[in-house]
């Protein structure tokens, strides 16, 4: 019998890694102290990846390792740190964490609908897994679709055909690399939105992309995700076809509890 998948991303979906606060400060630090000033290699590590992303390169762009060793190569110096290790040394809660409380439990209840999960990330193995065993998910995750593995990366769809079976939905806190490529695949894109308005939590997740204030908040989210301040309204491609603001709400959508 084929699987039904159920694919999750997990920077902004289901945890908090510790690259933004812990290893690119080290990075930063050890590399200034290598070249005897204060150098900001992460803006250049940044700037790398964004050019990469811009030439389509969608595993070397999220290949942090490289992209150190090539910056501190024009710099004439040795990078002096392994960003992988650096993942594991600062993998320890608080500095890791999951987003809500209730994640591993969600998880778990659809699992015992039938349903197989797997993680859909632009983030390496080797960068993931750690924080994933940490937590207390790994174990949850009958597959974990990485960059280097699928030899591509959100936002190409084609990520999503390195699973056996029919993936029926989507859910990432991006439109880009999350709604857009679920959506070129027919897939269910189910946007997770944590800032949703109050009184749009009253409304069904299928419902909700209908209403005006999460619609501008889509919109706006949209501008800051494509960098176009001029976007006054969010392309059909981009918006999704659910919206949660609660991991909690993933058994309504999929059918599994009934929504009011």
């Given amino acids: 019998m084929n699987k039904r998948w159920i694919t999750l991303d997990l920077d902004g979906t289901l945890m908090q890694n510790p690259f933004g606060a812990w290893v690119f ?27 990469r992303m811009a030439l389509r390169q969608w595993v070397a762009a999220y290949d942090w390792d490289d992209m150190l060793s090539v910056r501190c190569a024009a710099l004439g110096v040795q990078p002096g740190v392994d960003i992988e290790a650096l ?78 079976g029919e993936v029926l939905a989507h859910v990432g806190d991006r439109l880009d690399h999350d709604v857009h490529p679920a959506n ?30 999460v619609r501008e908040l889509c919109t706006e989210k949209g501008r800051r995700e494509c960098q176009n301040n001029g976007l006054q309204e969010l392309p059909e491609q981009f918006v999704p076809r659910a919206i949660i603001h609660s991991l909690t709400e993933l058994p309504m959508v999929l059918g599994i509890e009934n929504m009011e």
């Fill in 25 to 51: 400060p080290e990075v930063a630090s050890t590399v200034s102290r290598k070249l005897g000033r204060e150098h900001d290699i992460v803006a250049e590590l940044i700037a790398e990846h964004e050019k």
């Fill in 87 to 164: 993942v594991r040394k600062h993998c320890v809660p608080p500095k890791v964490h999951l987003l809500e409380q209730g994640i591993p439990e969600t998880l778990r209840k659809i699992r015992g609908e039938g349903f197989a999960l797997a993680v859909v990330t632009n983030g390496f193995y080797k960068y993931q897994a750690p924080v994933m065993e940490v937590l207390g998910i790994l174990e949850l995750f009958e597959a974990i679709i990485t960059p280097e593995r699928a030899g591509t990366g959100k936002p190409d769809p084609a990520i999503f055909q390195h699973l056996p």
């Fill in 184 to 213: 070129q695949m027919k897939i269910v894109s189910v946007l997770i939105e944590r800032k949703m308005p109050e009184a749009a939590k009253g409304i069904s997740p299928y419902m909700r992309v209908r209403d005006q204030r």
